[in-house]
């Protein structure tokens, strides 16, 4: 069945470091989201990507949906102890059904 | 309306006991979503809903897992004769869809922490 990964699984910065997570579909997705799950919370909407190689900004925030639409990238610049959670990374296949990669967990050392 | 509200939040059962869990949704999202999820993993499918209409269920799930939504509004989560592996926060989630199909953005619950012994 369709599969989505991510990489890394953890990610430990610096904060004021950068970082990126990467996801990647076994087949070619609808749209892309992105959830930011904080430890103890559940996961929150921060974007959708639709149209192929579509990059979006969100302040320090940039998504990526590649040109396959299979593929699909998070970069935050100058990481922030609020930036700490996991990130998933989820794709919705032609049924409407949304698939959550395995996420990254990043933290962040002050 | 104040989002997805998901009950209970915890549930403590012995092995072998059945389980429910409820999910209100978003009043106007028409699809609702269930999902499993165990530390350290993501959300991993398990049905949803279109209005009163179930379109799919994860073939990973075994037949003492059964899910409603009778209305369209609410759905409730069964667990039947409940394993040491069914341990998880079962997460419920719902959306709206736009015309055009873009939208299908998740809005989820708290969650349902089970926690079978």
């Known amino acids: 069945g369709q599969q989505v990964m991510q990489i890394p699984q953890y990610q430990h910065v610096q904060e004021g470091e950068d970082f990126t997570t990467y996801c990647n579909s076994s087949?070619?997705?609808?749209?892309i989201q992105w959830y930011k799950q904080r430890p103890g919370g559940h996961p929150v909407f921060l974007i959708q990507?639709?149209?192929?190689?579509e990059v979006k900004k969100q302040k320090r925030l940039t998504f990526q949906f590649g040109e396959a639409k299979k593929n699909s990238s998070l970069h935050i610049t100058a990481t922030q102890t609020t930036d700490v959670g996991t990130y998933f990374c989820?794709?919705?296949?032609?049924?409407?059904?949304?698939?959550f990669g395995p996420g990254t967990s990043l933290s962040v050392i002050p | 309306d104040t989002g997805v509200s998901q009950n209970p939040r915890h549930k403590i059962t012995k092995r072998g006991q059945n389980v429910t869990f409820r999910c209100d949704p978003i009043?106007?999202?028409?699809?609702l979503y269930w999902y499993r999820q165990t530390l350290g993993q993501g959300p991993e499918f398990l049905t949803y809903?279109?209005?009163?209409?179930?379109?799919?269920k994860s073939r990973l799930l075994s037949d003492r897992f059964s899910a409603e939504r009778p209305k369209g509004s609410f759905s409730t989560l069964e667990i039947q004769r409940t394993e040491q592996g069914d341990s998880a926060m079962y997460l419920c989630?719902?959306?709206?869809?736009?015309?055009?199909?873009?939208?299908?953005?998740?809005?989820f619950g708290a969650g349902s922490r089970l926690t079978v012994l």
């Open positions: 809903f279109q209005n009163e209409a179930q379109l799919e």
């Open positions: 009043s106007e999202h028409n699809r």
């Open positions: 989630a719902s959306s709206s869809e736009l015309v055009g199909g873009e939208a299908l953005v998740l809005t």
């Open positions: 989820a794709g919705r296949t032609s049924y409407d059904k949304v698939i």
């Open positions: 087949t070619t997705l609808s749209n």
């Open positions: 990507l639709v149209k192929s190689g």
